[in-house]
């Protein structure tokens, strides 16, 4: 059973910086794409940034250059490093993995709330 589980959210002003965890369970971590997306209210969820199993990232123009992926293979766990923090940051922030055979499923984490408000 795959299970993901972030920790790491909270309330930040604008311009700071949060650190969110995602510890998985169930896979073979470092064989598995792993990657975050956020749900803004009354939006749709969007991909954050993921990093493959061979460590390539790949981040929305929205967070380039602010937010980082890594991924510690011997803990099972994925990071995102988010600096310069914006309003416009504010969601709930979810834990991604998945697998492509024989249909491409999706396994999620029950998300953590990040809020930038002054």
């Known amino acids: 059973q795959v299970q993901l589980v972030e920790s790491g959210g909270g309330l930040v002003q604008p311009g700071g910086s949060l650190r969110l965890s995602c510890a998985a369970s169930?896979?073979?971590?470092?064989?598995?794409?792993m990657a975050w997306y956020r749900q803004a209210p009354g939006k749709q969820r969007e991909l954050v940034t993921s990093?493959?199993?061979?460590?390539?990232?790949n981040s929305a123009d929205s967070v380039k250059g602010r937010f980082t992926i890594s991924r510690d293979n011997a803990k099972n766990t994925v990071y995102l490093q988010m600096t310069r923090l914006e309003p416009e940051d504010t969601a709930v922030y979810y834990c991604?993995?998945?697998?492509?055979?024989?249909?491409?499923?999706?396994?999620w984490g029950q998300g953590t709330q990040v809020t930038v408000s002054s």
């Open positions: 169930g896979i073979i971590f470092s064989f598995y794409t």
């Open positions: 991604n993995t998945y697998e492509i055979y024989p249909v491409r499923r999706d396994y």
């Open positions: 990093i493959t199993s061979g460590g390539t990232t």
